[in-house]
T-cell receptor, first 118, second 114 residues
């Protein structure tokens, strides 16, 4: 089974510029997550999709971050305009089961997209 | 709000030593707990998952225990090897209001010296 694919792996931008990250989850996985991992910290959930609907975006800075999951498959995470504190690794993960069901938290993570904002 | 704490933040041991990583969480109403491994520049790899009704799980040289009532878990690594060097993350799966989510600790950076 192919894993979770993310691109780009690395991105360097200047503050106030925009950036977009792409994620292709494992085929058939209903739930997709975007996590932000700042250096030295654990991953923090930004947004969770179930199929193509948003389940939780309570920690997403909506003034600058946006995400979508078209047709319940691929997802993009956009930051515009970027700030210095957005420098982090953005991890995408997917899960076969629906939120709340048994096995729903067996997540498979992608390798991540490392963002550096100068 | 669920908070997960991992101690120590970093640990350096000689090869062959047995070691224990600690994880504590504030809300004991969890469904399960997972230990992940993260290598530099890589994503997360799940090592062990303990259901809330279980006390421990074992995989090879790894043993994870869970004391849900006290909000604690430990990851025991036997006969450590240089290849075990990585960051180890603890995460609990619980109901954060109306949503089910994984909440992570900050991790323990383990270095095993040859």
């Amino acid at each position: 089974e192919a894993g979770v694919a993310q691109s780009p792996r690395y991105k360097i931008i200047e503050k106030r510029q925009s950036v977009a990250f792409w994620c292709n989850p494992i085929s058939g996985h209903a739930t997709l997550y975007w996590y932000q991992q700042i250096l030295g910290q654990g991953p923090k959930l930004l947004i969770q999709f179930q199929n193509n609907g948003v389940v939780d975006d309570s920690q997403l800075p909506k003034d600058r971050f946006s995400a979508e999951r078209l047709k319940g498959v691929d997802s993009t995470l956009k930051i515009q305009p970027a700030k210095l504190e957005d420098s982090a690794v953005y991890l995408c993960a997917s899960s076969q089961r629906l939120a709340g069901s048994s096995g729903a938290n067996v997540l498979t993570f992608g390798a991540g997209s490392r963002l550096t904002v100068l | 709000k669920q908070e997960v704490t991992q101690i120590p933040a970093a640990l350096s041991v000689p090869e062959g030593e047995n070691l224990v990583l600690n994880c504590s969480f504030t809300d004991s109403a969890i469904y399960n707990l997972q230990w992940f491994r993260q290598d530099p520049g890589k994503g997360l790899t799940s090592l062990l998952l303990i259901q809330s009704s279980q006390r421990e799980q074992t995989s090879g040289r790894l043993n994870a225990s869970l004391d849900k009532s006290s909000g604690r878990s430990t990851l025991y690594i036997a006969a450590s090897q240089p290849g075990d060097s990585a960051t180890y993350l603890c995460a609990v799966y619980g109901s954060g209001g109306s949503n089910y989510k994984l909440t992570f600790g900050k991790g323990t950076l383990l270095t095993v010296n040859p």
